[in-house]
């Protein structure tokens, strides 16, 4: 569903990245797109293939989903405010969810995990049994499904926001990868979460009330936190010269790996000469390694002219081909 919830307080669909948590947005990010909405500066519109997708997909992935767990999609529903759909606020907190879908659940309703259909009940018991309301997920992913899937940031911290703003004890995250497959995976509200939401939540607005920025604790959130130039050198702490160290030796290792590389890729392309394949096998070992040293080649293109005097803007380009310049390693798994 699209957001509906304030941009200048925490939602469930940015708490991930507010905790640290998502490898597609910064604390920095989130908390800098809050104040920029505070001072009417509009982001930038998100141009994204996959959510543009996963957003079409959203209400299909749902009645899939729902199906496999037995449950009747045509009992789901969101969240209305006056009449219009919106964002749910969580009675304590400044935290705010835009539902997917919701499920009441009338009579208990029992779900056992079953691998082989897709459906993960994320508990030690491998089964739940569902009541009352429930909030659901959708997400839809060209990547390929991993054995620790969902990863927190895909749904599992937004669940949790969800539950906590509905006082719900379910959430179903349902999970489409590249349309071919469906996943259910169950999750309980869980105490330690709730606790560390609520703490997060609470850190979120205290920064906003003060002005202030969380301490950096990557790269990318370093490079954010300094932006202004000061020209003047300074004289680091002693206790640092470990780092300056290690990046240079780190510096150094890449310099003589390569080197290393090169060397021994002039031994394989010698040997393969004019061959773009080829296999070695470890006479100790037995392990296999194919070795790929490949041509590329380049398509004719046409000349360009301009339409309306013919004259030629750029000459035609004839089919060409060229060897890679590196050769490429790979080892066969038994």
Same mark, same amino acid.
């Given at each position: 569903m699209a957001k509906l919830s304030p941009p200048n307080h925490l939602s469930g669909s940015v708490l991930a990245g507010w905790m640290g948590l998502s490898k597609w947005?910064?604390?920095?990010?989130?908390?800098?797109?809050?104040?920029?909405?505070?001072?009417?500066?509009?982001?930038?519109?998100?141009?994204?293939?996959?959510?543009? %997708?996963?957003?079409?997909? $959203?209400? &299909?992935?749902?009645?899939?989903?729902?199906?496999?767990? =037995?449950?009747? +999609? /045509?009992?789901?529903?969101?969240?209305?405010?006056?009449?219009?759909?919106?964002?749910?606020?969580?009675?304590?907190?400044?935290?705010?969810?835009?539902?997917?879908?919701?499920?009441?659940?009338?009579?208990?309703?029992?779900?056992?995990?079953?691998?082989?259909?897709?459906?993960?009940?994320?508990?030690?018991?491998?089964?739940?049994?569902?009541?009352?309301?429930?909030?659901?997920?959708?997400?839809?992913?060209?990547?390929?499904?991993?054995?620790?899937?969902?990863?927190?940031?895909?749904?599992?911290?937004?669940?949790?926001?969800?539950?906590?703003?509905?006082?719900?004890?379910?959430?179903?995250?349902?999970?489409?990868?590249?349309?071919?497959?469906?996943?259910?995976?169950?999750?309980?509200?869980?105490?330690?979460? %709730?606790?560390?939401?609520? $703490?997060? &939540?609470?850190?979120?607005?205290?920064?906003?009330?003060? =002005?202030?920025? +969380? /301490?950096p604790v990557t790269v990318d959130e370093m490079v954010q936190h300094f932006r202004e130039e000061a020209e003047s050198e300074i004289e680091l702490d002693p206790d640092l010269v470990d780092s300056a160290l290690s990046i240079d030796d780190a510096n150094q290792a890449i310099k003589d790996n390569q080197a290393m590389k090169d060397l021994h890729s002039q031994s394989l392309m010698a040997a393969m000469g004019n061959h773009s394949k080829a296999r070695v096998i470890d006479p100790e070992t037995g392990v296999e390694y194919k070795v790929s040293w490949p041509f590329r080649k380049t398509r004719s293109k046409p000349a360009e002219h301009c339409p309306s005097c013919n004259h030629e803007l750029k000459a035609a380009v004839p089919e060409s081909e060229a060897r890679q310049k590196t050769v490429t390693v790979r080892k066969v798994k038994k």
């Open positions: 947005q910064t604390a920095y990010e989130v908390i800098e797109t809050a104040r920029n909405a505070e001072a009417g500066i509009e982001p930038a519109p998100l141009d994204s293939l996959a959510a543009d %997708v996963g957003t079409v997909a $959203e209400p &299909v992935i749902l009645a899939h989903g729902l199906r496999l767990l =037995g449950l009747d +999609p /045509d009992r789901m529903f969101n969240y209305h405010q006056d009449g219009q759909l919106a964002a749910k606020k969580h009675k304590d907190l400044e935290l705010y969810y835009s539902d997917d879908g919701l499920y009441q659940v009338e009579q208990p309703v029992t779900i056992y995990s079953n691998e082989s259909q897709g459906i993960y009940v994320m508990n030690q018991a491998g089964q739940v049994e569902l009541d009352g309301l429930v909030i659901l997920e959708s997400k839809f992913t060209a990547m390929s499904k991993k054995p620790d899937d969902p990863p927190l940031y895909r749904g599992p911290i937004q669940l949790q926001a969800g539950m906590m703003c509905h006082q719900a004890k379910y959430g179903i995250l349902f999970t489409c990868y590249f349309g071919r497959q469906l996943t259910a995976h169950i999750f309980e509200l869980h105490d330690k979460t %709730v606790q560390r939401i609520t $703490e997060e &939540v609470s850190r979120f607005e205290q920064h906003m009330s003060d =002005g202030t920025w +969380p /301490d």
